[in-house]
């Protein structure tokens, strides 16, 4: 008789809470659940804010700000990361994160508070493509799905105390508090995490020599990428005060732009070429389409149905909870990655449709609820999926150039379409009807951007 032989042995697979992974998934949670709480407070106070500091002219400038910051952001973080490993652009963006928190709450005008989100994204942008190169690094290939899905997992508490919590502590303190309250909550999630950030994963690739990884080239690429769509918004927020100068500003903006990303992202990502190219910026079709939208649900809900704050943040809520649900199936599903992309850009651009309901005279505003469980449903299956899909096609030493690449089409996709969904409320006016009207016309555009994601799909392969 011989004894049992090794390949014998059943295998039995890791899980992001073995002991090896243990403290890592842990820290990532902790971070990505602080986050999730000031990402779904936001959106339910900004309607309160927007009235004591006069700034719904700046309503959608005010989410742009934030996402057109954590462009450059990304793309610093990830050639950092790249070259010196993801421990340090992690701690810096949460120090970043935590001092626009604290000028957020401190405000006194609708300028200082751009200023703020401003800098918040800046700390947001460089912590999440740390992020991402942390579980490309500290993680197995066949990890990699499980991991992201925990991330979603993590916005479920959040997501369903959050906006009701931001709703009742600016009713009782006011909004500011919303943002003070977030700040001590990082001292726990800190602590948790060095110990992961002390001994990073390290690999044995070659270091980046490509295009991209040219840290003076590509830092002046992110600023006209972030100049770029900055100016690109002013320009179109003016359009309808200032026609000729808004023309211009827009199309020096647009050059700007295309100037950067033709540097930021793979090489043929702007004509589609298959593969990783396209596979960067269907994340951009997925943000615009449903964050276009999300941002002015409610501002919609409050102003033209009258819910109160904690009400409105109830569809927020239910479309996080439908984005863990189909991010969990993603993980759990083989079906080639582009089916489960165009099945997710369907969904979202469904749920887009479906959010015209609520605004309707004849309709209940509860319609939104079941509208962004859709939707979310679309961006988990779709947004895990897309980052799955492209560690896998980018060699190990290019995942921060490709991890903040996919960051830029992400941040970008939305701040366009959060900016141009501001501008389109600021031409059609500020009363409840002109809202209701804006509100329309924003889920009809964003829904033409998910049917474009649906139908560039197959491209990714």
Not at 5 to 13: E, F, M, N, T
Not at 418 to 434: C, E, M, R
């Given at each position: 008789?011989?004894?049992?032989?090794?390949?014998?042995?059943?295998?039995?697979?890791?899980?992001?809470?073995?002991?090896?992974?243990?403290?890592?998934?842990?820290?990532?949670?902790?971070?990505?659940t602080?986050?999730?709480?000031?990402?779904?407070?936001?959106?339910?106070?900004?309607?309160?804010?927007?009235?004591?500091?006069?700034?719904?002219?700046?309503?959608?400038?005010s989410?742009?700000?934030?996402?057109?910051?954590?462009?450059?952001?990304?793309?610093?973080?990830?050639?950092?990361?790249?070259?010196?490993?993801?421990?340090?652009?992690?701690?810096?963006?949460?120090?970043?994160?935590?001092?626009?928190?604290?000028?957020?709450?401190?405000?006194?005008?609708?300028?200082?508070?751009?200023?703020?989100?401003?800098?918040?994204?800046?700390?947001?942008?460089?912590s999440?493509?740390?992020?991402?190169?942390?579980?490309?690094?500290?993680?197995?290939?066949?990890?990699?799905?499980?991991?992201?899905?925990?991330?979603?997992?993590?916005?479920?508490?959040?997501?369903?105390?959050?906006?009701?919590?931001?709703?009742?502590?600016?009713?009782?303190w006011?909004?500011?508090?919303?943002?003070?309250?977030?700040?001590?909550?990082?001292?726990?999630?800190?602590?948790?995490?060095?110990?992961?950030?002390?001994?990073?994963?390290?690999?044995?690739?070659?270091?980046?020599?490509?295009?991209?990884?040219?840290?003076?080239?590509?830092?002046?690429?992110?600023?006209?990428?972030?100049?770029?769509?900055?100016?690109?918004?002013?320009?179109?927020?003016?359009l309808?005060?200032?026609?000729?100068?808004?023309?211009?500003?827009?199309?020096?903006?647009?050059?700007?732009?295309?100037?950067?990303?033709?540097?930021?992202?793979?090489?043929?990502?702007?004509?589609?070429?298959?593969?990783?190219?396209?596979?960067?910026?269907?994340?951009?079709?997925?943000?615009?389409?449903?964050?276009?939208?999300?941002?002015?649900?409610?501002?919609?809900?409050?102003?033209?149905?009258?819910?109160?704050?904690?009400?409105?943040?109830?569809?927020?809520?239910?479309?996080?909870?439908?984005?863990?649900?189909g991010?969990?199936?993603?993980?759990r599903?083989?079906?080639?990655?582009?089916?489960?992309?165009?099945?997710?850009?369907?969904?979202?651009?469904?749920?887009v449709?479906?959010?015209?309901?609520?605004?309707?005279?004849?309709?209940?505003?509860?319609?939104?609820?079941?509208?962004?469980?859709?939707?979310?449903?679309?961006?988990?299956?779709?947004?895990?999926?897309?980052?799955?899909?492209?560690?896998?096609?980018?060699?190990?030493?290019?995942?921060?150039?490709?991890?903040?690449?996919?960051?830029?089409?992400?941040?970008?996709?939305?701040?366009?379409?959060?900016g141009?969904?501001?501008?389109?409320?600021?031409?059609?006016?500020?009363?409840?009807?002109?809202?209701?009207?804006?509100f329309?016309?924003?889920?009809?555009?964003?829904?033409?951007?998910?049917l474009?994601?649906?139908?560039?799909?197959?491209?990714?392969?």
């Amino acid at each position: 008789m011989t004894g049992p032989k090794a390949l014998d042995a059943p295998h039995v697979p890791h899980r992001i809470l073995d002991p090896a992974y243990r403290t890592a998934t842990l820290g990532i949670l902790l971070v990505v659940t602080l986050v999730a709480f000031e990402g779904m407070s936001v959106g339910v106070v900004m309607p309160d804010l927007a009235r004591e500091l006069n700034a719904f002219d700046l309503y959608g400038l005010s989410f742009s700000a934030f996402l057109v910051s954590s462009l450059f952001a990304n793309v610093v973080a990830g050639l950092w990361s790249d070259r010196r490993g993801y421990a340090v652009p992690f701690l810096v963006g949460l120090a970043l994160f935590v001092a626009g928190m604290g000028l957020a709450g401190a405000a006194q005008s609708a300028e200082m508070f751009l200023m703020a989100r401003a800098v918040q994204g800046l700390g947001a942008g460089a912590s999440f493509v740390a992020l991402l190169v942390m579980i490309a690094r500290v993680y197995p290939a066949e990890m990699r799905p499980k991991a992201f899905a925990a991330i979603s997992a993590a916005w479920v508490v959040p997501s369903m105390v959050g906006p009701a919590v931001a709703g009742f502590v600016a009713g009782q303190w006011g909004w500011r508090y919303v943002f003070y309250g977030i700040i001590p909550l990082v001292v726990p999630a800190l602590v948790m995490l060095i110990p992961a950030l002390r001994k990073p994963a390290t690999s044995d690739e070659a270091p980046p020599d490509g295009p991209r990884s040219r840290p003076l080239a590509m830092t002046l690429a992110a600023a006209a990428a972030a100049g770029g769509a900055g100016v690109l918004l002013h320009g179109v927020d003016r359009l309808h005060l200032a026609p000729l100068i808004g023309a211009v500003e827009t199309a020096a903006g647009l050059g700007l732009l295309v100037y950067g990303l033709h540097r930021l992202l793979p090489p043929g990502a702007l004509r589609f070429v298959r593969g990783l190219p396209t596979t960067v910026l269907m994340r951009g079709f997925f943000t615009a389409s449903f964050f276009g939208v999300n941002s002015f649900i409610p501002l919609a809900l409050q102003e033209v149905k009258g819910f109160e704050a904690a009400q409105a943040g109830i569809a927020l809520t239910t479309g996080a909870l439908g984005w863990s649900a189909g991010s969990y199936l993603q993980s759990r599903r083989d079906a080639a990655p582009y089916r489960r992309i165009r099945l997710a850009a369907a969904g979202v651009t469904a749920g887009v449709l479906l959010a015209v309901l609520p605004v309707l005279p004849w309709v209940t505003g509860w319609v939104a609820v079941p509208a962004w469980i859709v939707a979310g449903f679309g961006m988990g299956l779709g947004m895990a999926t897309i980052s799955v899909t492209a560690l896998k096609q980018s060699p190990v030493n290019e995942q921060g150039a490709n991890s903040a690449a996919l960051s830029v089409t992400d941040m970008l996709g939305s701040a366009l379409a959060v900016g141009v969904g501001g501008a389109l409320i600021n031409l059609i006016g500020h009363s409840s009807a002109q809202i209701a009207t804006g509100f329309v016309v924003i889920c009809l555009l964003m829904a033409v951007i998910g049917l474009g994601g649906t139908a560039l799909a197959g491209r990714i392969r």
